[in-house]
């Protein structure tokens, strides 16, 4: 059974910047895609950004070119840094961990966006 914990929400001033953090617990070494996804109230859920075990990424165009995503040396964790936030960034974000052939989520980590 593989745990997915995020973590690093919190209050965000619109036009700075938000740093997240999920890792997949315990230590595995071949997770595949890990990916993150959120959620606004009224809305569906939808992607923000993947990334490979190669490290290729993948991105929302809501949030291409102000978005980064990045794994850690073990390959399980993953960091979303997302610059010049707006009031839209506004969500729950999820992560997600594809491992031995499941996908396993986090419990999300709520980030705001407000002055």
């Known amino acids: 059974q593989v745990r997915v914990v995020e973590s690093g929400g919190g209050l965000v001033q619109p036009g700075g910047s938000l740093s997240l953090s999920c890792t997949a617990s315990?230590?595995?070494?071949?997770?595949?895609?890990m990916s993150w996804y959120r959620q606004s109230p009224g809305k569906s859920r939808e992607f923000v950004s993947s990334v490979t075990n190669a490290l290729i990424p993948t991105y929302a165009d809501s949030v291409k070119g102000r978005a980064a995503i990045s794994r850690g040396d073990r390959g399980n964790t993953v960091y979303l840094q997302m610059n010049s936030v707006k009031s839209e960034d506004t969500a729950i974000y999820f992560c997600?961990?594809?491992?031995?052939?499941?996908?396993?989520w986090g419990q999300g980590t709520q980030v705001n966006v407000s002055s």
């Open positions: 997600s961990a594809y491992y031995m052939e499941r996908t396993y």
């Open positions: 315990p230590t595995v070494y071949n997770v595949g895609l």
